[in-house]
């Protein structure tokens, strides 16, 4: 069981201490709605905008969205929340923590996932069998739903599109599916859109490979264009000589490959970033992603640097949902944008525990056109910890009951067990978030918990991990 710090989120008023993970850079426990700081200390217009938003929302707070709930006499009234059954292409853990925000409202999720036991199926209001890539499957289960979402991007698209033009209500719009399922046109539209981002360019072969290292320099990162994920579609060529090896571990340049330019990054940020269906836009607290043990002092200025490249990319993109910007702290305090991801994401899980209105509940009230809910914290401080599985078999599963037996002892941590059939390499498994009075608080209960027994051995090899880019997030 390969326990990562990368995999922690923290979220505190304390930026001086250790880093572990997501960090919550956030000051305060209930800080404001929007960014989650607060917004009066700034007069930029970024900021204006958003105070603006913000009394919009407060004023929406109370009411449903009228796209849902109509006090037409002629329309039937709708018991719940929202009487709009929410498709879900994809069944895996962010499905499955979809359907337990949608219990809490009522609101039905079906999801479409190839496999019978998928980790959403026993908790979503149906779950039909099939492939979320292939189009009359799509077609059909659209055909059930009254909104069409997704918990992962790499689904048909092109059934996405034909399927809006008939009207059918998909969320995000399938542009936006369209754009971040290729890394590449990611990167060109957000360039396009003046977000600061890594400089890149297209290889095709090794030639260009060899052009871009010259231009660029290296360590240069190559990176698969599609079905690019948990490190997946990503390699780091230290030389020249490195470029032929680096491309055939990602399958050669048939599969579509870019490169970027080696960000030397002192920070990982991301920002969960949240869009009604009115394009009122809310933001989340940035947290930090940490791969090793140290010290993360993000200051209140980097972090209203790293909301504002989110909220802009997030700006740039069509459709209601939640979306997560991971984005990169360079040593000369620039922002850069990495990659955005259309759906709730593992970065967002500790808003469950420490944020008014998780991001699931956020992703649901989004789609379905329900006013967005508060995203600031609840909480002073919180960190989460992934359960990640590093080799497969049996033992990996005692470590886990073991670290999981340990949580249920802390105050203020819960535990959140997919139940994946199987372990594998790689997998997320689980995540832990410990929630407390201060992030000194959290981080000494998660060291606690980690300490005991071989784990912390485990962590300690995860420390010295050299590239880190599959290491989970
Ligand atoms: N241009 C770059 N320069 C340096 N490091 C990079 C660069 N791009 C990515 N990385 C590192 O590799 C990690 C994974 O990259 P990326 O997010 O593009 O891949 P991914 O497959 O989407 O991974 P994940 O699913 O974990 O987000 C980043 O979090 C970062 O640590
Ligand atoms: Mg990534």
Not at 9 to 28: E, K, N, Q, V, W
Not at 61 to 70: D, F, G, L, M, N
Request: proline share 4%; with cysteine.
């Amino acid at each position: 069981m390969r326990m990562f710090h990368s995999t922690r989120a923290a979220i505190s008023s304390d930026a001086c201490t250790a880093a572990f993970g997501y960090r919550p850079l956030i000051p305060t426990p209930r800080s404001r709605v929007g960014f989650g700081f607060s917004m009066e200390q700034s007069s930029s217009p970024l900021f204006f905008k958003q105070r603006q938003r913000q009394q919009h929302y407060q004023q929406l707070t109370c009411q449903a969205s009228r796209e849902v709930i109509s006090t037409s006499k002629d329309v039937a009234l709708v018991h719940g929340v929202s009487e709009m059954i929410v498709g879900v292409l994809g069944g895996g853990q962010l499905g499955r923590m979809l359907c337990q925000a949608a219990s809490k409202m009522t609101i039905k999720v079906m999801v479409l996932d190839p496999l019978e036991n998928c980790r959403a199926s026993a908790l979503s209001y149906d779950h039909m069998v099939g492939s979320f890539d292939d189009s009359a499957t799509v077609e059909e289960f659209a055909k059930r739903c009254g909104v069409l979402t997704v918990e992962i991007e790499h689904v048909d698209v092109v059934t996405m599109e034909k399927l809006e033009q008939q009207g059918v209500n998909c969320q995000p719009k399938a542009s936006t599916i369209r754009i971040i399922q290729d890394k590449y046109l990611q990167k060109v539209h957000f360039s396009q859109h003046n977000i600061p981002l890594p400089e890149f360019m297209q290889i095709n072969d090794l030639e260009g490979a060899k052009r871009a290292g010259e231009l660029f320099g290296y360590p240069l990162m190559i990176k698969s264009t599609s079905l690019a994920y948990d490190g997946r579609g990503i390699a780091a060529a230290k030389s020249e000589e490195e470029l032929s090896s680096a491309v055939d571990a990602l399958g050669g340049f048939d599969r579509g490959l870019y490169v970027e330019k080696w960000a030397s990054f002192v920070k990982e940020l991301a920002v969960i970033v949240a869009r009604g269906r009115d394009i009122s836009i809310l933001c989340y607290p940035v947290v930090e992603i940490v791969h090793s043990q140290g010290t993360a002092n993000v200051k209140w200025k980097i972090r209203e640097c790293a909301t504002e490249v989110a909220y802009k990319a997030v700006s740039s993109l069509q459709g209601a949902g939640v979306f997560a910007v991971e984005l990169f702290v360079t040593r000369d305090g620039q922002i850069l944008l990495n990659e955005v991801a259309p759906r709730p994401h593992n970065s967002g899980h500790h808003t469950i525990g420490s944020c008014y209105t998780s991001q699931f509940e956020q992703h649901l009230r989004a789609v379905v056109g329900l006013p967005l809910g508060d995203p600031s914290m609840n909480t002073p401080a919180a960190v989460k910890y992934n359960i990640l599985d590093e080799d497969e078999g049996e033992h990996d599963f005692r470590l886990a009951h073991q670290l999981i037996g340990r949580a249920l002892t802390i105050p203020g941590a819960n535990v959140h067990w997919y139940d994946k059939p199987d372990m594998r390499k790689q997998r997320k498994m689980g995540h832990i978030t410990i929630v407390g009075p201060s992030l000194g608080n959290v981080e000494r209960y998660l060291a606690n918990m980690l300490k005991e027994g071989s784990l912390d051995d485990k962590s300690a090899d995860a420390k010295e991990c050299p590239s880190c880019h599959s290491c989970n997030k």
